[in-house]
């Protein structure tokens, strides 16, 4: 599976996260000599809290409380989970959503979903999307996904990667673009993986990436 990076952007200070922001940054994909778009993309993102049988007996200690459930763009019949506090992915097909929903052990506390507009650009492909806050869709970031076609290890794709993060950040600025995309960075090997790329490599990601795009929301508020 090729690499990739997961970006969000983050607003200056004081400043109002807005959709123009979106606008902003596709005009920016869009200005790169060869660039072309290939279609739109959606991933969603589920944060489930335990529901414990009896309500009158303390939740079990070894029970996730942070779980979250990601589906993603690029495979439509799978769904992960992520537990932060154990370092644990699971990888499962999308129907486990119903069996989770009949055994009613967790249940979705809120929801996100991250959908935009997909770029082709040589050997790369970027996924520029809103980070949206279910029900009421009230938009809480801005994200861009960048896939690195040829390879599949991260060392080797590190400095390509390093090269474009630094072409996109000055294309960035050179718009005026009120902020700056900002890498999420995150330590695989906490969750057992290695430098193969997975989709389990996204999921952990995304799930870094959500906390992040958050945090800058409320600072901004």
């Not at 992520?82 to 052990?105: E, N, Y």
């Not at 040589?122 to 996904?145: A, H, Q, T, W």
Request: net charge neutral; with cysteine; charged share 20%.
């Amino acid at each position: 599976m090729p690499v990739k990076w997961l970006m969000h952007f983050q607003p200056n200070q004081g400043t109002t996260l807005t959709s123009q922001v979106m606008t902003e940054a596709c005009a920016v994909a869009e200005s790169f000599p060869g660039v072309s778009r290939d279609g739109r993309w959606r991933s969603s993102m589920t944060f489930y809290r335990a529901v414990p049988r009896d309500q009158s007996l303390p939740q079990p200690s070894d029970l996730p409380r942070d779980l979250i459930g990601i589906s993603l763009h690029d495979l439509p019949n799978e769904f992960l989970f992520v537990m932060r506090s154990q370092r644990l992915i699971l990888r499962a097909q999308s129907s486990v959503q119903t069996v989770i929903d009949k055994l009613q052990s967790y249940k979705g506390r809120f929801f996100i979903n991250f959908e935009g507009v997909q770029y082709k650009w040589g050997d790369f492909k970027l996924r520029i999307g809103k980070c949206l806050y279910n029900p009421n869709e009230s938009l809480r970031g801005i994200v861009m996904e960048v896939e690195y076609l040829p390879l599949s290890s991260m060392d080797k794709s590190q400095r390509v990667m390093e090269e474009f993060y630094e072409i996109w950040r000055e294309a960035v600025a050179s718009k005026l673009l009120a902020g700056q995309f900002i890498n999420t960075e995150v330590n695989f090997s906490e969750y057992g993986l290695g430098d193969s790329y997975t989709p389990q490599h996204t999921a952990v990601l995304y799930g870094m990436c959500v906390v992040q795009v958050i945090a800058s929301s409320n600072k901004n508020q």
